[in-house]
């Protein structure tokens, strides 16, 4: 079983920057893709960004592109999100997700891809 903690959400004024961190434990971290949700009341959980195993190829949310960048460190097992110039459309509730299964494709954008999800995190970003 994957246990994933995400931790570093709160309150920020516009402008502003955070950075989220999730620690995972309970399996070989390097084996899987990571990436970060969202999801506000009412809303559909939201892609924002992934990345891949490896740490070679990240994926990101329109939105957020030149604003977001996630990084890991296989060796602390931790994926993080560091956010910039922050939106008050950016506040929500933000997940940490792990993908462990392999395929011949995948769509790091759709929350099928993903085995085990954090408890999340709240950002909050007022004008």
């Known amino acids: 079983q994957v246990q994933l903690v995400e931790s570093g959400g709160g309150l920020v004024q516009a402008g502003g920057s955070l950075r989220l961190s999730c620690a995972a434990s309970?399996?070989?971290?390097?084996?899987?893709?990571m990436g970060w949700f969202r999801q506000v009341p009412g809303k559909e959980r939201e892609f924002v960004a992934a990345i891949s195993r490896s740490g070679t190829s990240t994926y990101y949310l329109n939105s957020v592109k030149g604003r977001f960048t996630i990084s890991r460190d296989n060796a602390k097992n931790t994926v993080s999100l560091q956010m910039k110039s922050l939106k008050p459309e950016d506040t929500a509730v933000y997940y940490c997700?792990?993908?462990?299964?392999?395929?011949?494709?995948?769509?790091?954008?759709?929350?099928?891809?993903?085995?085990?999800w954090g408890q999340g995190t709240q950002v909050t970003v007022s004008s």
């Open positions: 309970g399996r070989t971290f390097s084996g899987a893709a």
């Open positions: 997700a792990a993908r462990y299964r392999t395929s011949y494709s995948v769509n790091y954008a759709s929350v099928q891809e993903y085995d085990y």
